[in-house]
Nanobody, 126 residues
Framework: QVQLVESGGGLVQAGGSLRLSCAAS????????MAWFRQAPGKEREFVAG????????RYADSVKGRSTISRDNAKSTVYLQMISLKPDDTAVYYC???????????????????WGQGTQVTVSS
C-alpha cells in the first residue's frame, strides 16, 4: 500500500501560481500511476492531471491545460502539480491519488484510483 500526503495549498490571488506536492510513503511510488483531482463545494470530484509511472505520459483536463504541469520524482517519492494563471474557478480541495493496477496512461476516472490523500485547500481570490 501507499500513503499520500498533500501540501502546498493556500490562498492566492487570481493570476498567481502555486505548486502542490504529494509525498508518498509505503510501497515505492514508481509502482503507481499518479493523478490530481479536485472538488469544489457542491460539485463532483473532477480529474485535473495524471502522470504515468515513469513520467513519460501525462494527461490534463481541458480546464487546466496550458496552465498546469504535473511531474514526479520517484526517487523523492513525490508528485507535483504546478499551476499558473490561477482563476477563482480553480478554488477547490485538491487530492492526490494513486493507481496501482493501471496499464500505462493515467485514467481520468476517479474510480481507477485506489489510494487517496486527505486533500489540500486551494483558494483563488478575485
Amino acid at each position: 500500500q501507499v500513503q499520500l500526503v498533500e501540501s502546498g495549498g493556500g490562498l492566492v490571488q487570481a493570476g498567481g501560481s502555486l505548486r502542490l506536492s504529494c509525498a508518498a510513503s509505503g510501497r515505492s511510488l514508481s509502482n503507481y500511476i499518479m493523478a490530481w483531482f479536485r472538488q469544489a463545494p457542491g460539485k463532483e470530484r473532477e480529474f485535473v492531471a495524471g502522470i504515468s509511472r515513469g513520467g513519460a505520459s501525462t494527461r490534463y483536463a481541458d480546464s487546466v491545460k496550458g496552465r498546469s504541469t504535473i511531474s514526479r520524482d520517484n526517487a523523492k517519492s513525490t508528485v507535483y502539480l504546478q499551476m499558473i494563471s490561477l482563476k477563482p474557478d480553480d478554488t477547490a480541495v485538491y487530492y492526490c491519488a494513486a493507481d496501482y493496477g493501471g496499464s500505462y496512461s493515467p485514467s481520468a476516472a476517479w474510480s481507477a484510483y485506489g489510494y487517496w490523500g486527505q486533500g489540500t485547500q486551494v483558494t483563488v481570490s478575485s
